[in-house]
């Protein structure tokens, strides 16, 4: 189990926004709000999104469950998160909601350690549908898909 605070993103928000609250959070992931349910959605997934225009996928793996029930913080309620984690399939588990962030906490520290670090995304110059992870990019400075230059930040 550990902890992050991510960006709470309406599913209607442009993509370049959503990187640039990414960026600010230092967070590789957001929580998308619909109706009373909770999404978190990792950076490739947004990336793979931009690239096809799709709409959100319907992914349960992603649900986040809200913690409904006398206040608690990660560091006071331990064991009662250990023991929802423990009986129920969810991997999110949303203790806060504030206007624009979540708290979440995860089932792993491994979770946290993929999501919390800096948000690098490469953009081309020619379309703004290409977009990519830098580890994704074939040849350094230069679109996977038209060969145009690609703007890495
Ligand atoms: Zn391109």
């Not at 992603?62 to 409904?68: D, G, K, V, Y």
């Amino acid at each position: 189990m550990d902890q992050v605070r991510l960006p709470l993103i309406r599913g209607n928000e442009p993509f370049g926004a959503i990187v640039e609250r990414m960026r600010a959070a230092n967070a590789a992931a957001v929580v998308r709000r619909t109706g009373q349910r909770f999404y978190v959605h990792g950076l490739g997934e947004l990336l793979a999104r931009q690239q096809t225009r799709n709409g959100w996928a319907r992914d349960i793996q992603s649900e986040a469950s809200l913690w409904r029930g006398a206040p608690t913080t990660f560091e006071s309620g331990r064991g009662l998160l250990q023991t929802f984690f423990d009986t129920t399939a969810f991997n999110y588990l949303i203790l806060e909601v504030r206007d624009a962030d979540v708290l979440v906490v995860t089932r792993s520290e491994d979770m946290v350690r993929a999501i919390a670090r800096a948000v690098v995304v490469c953009t081309c110059q020619r379309n703004d549908r290409h977009v990519f992870d830098p580890t994704d990019v074939r040849t350094p400075g230069t679109c996977n898909q038209c060969f145009g230059s690609l703007n890495c930040n």
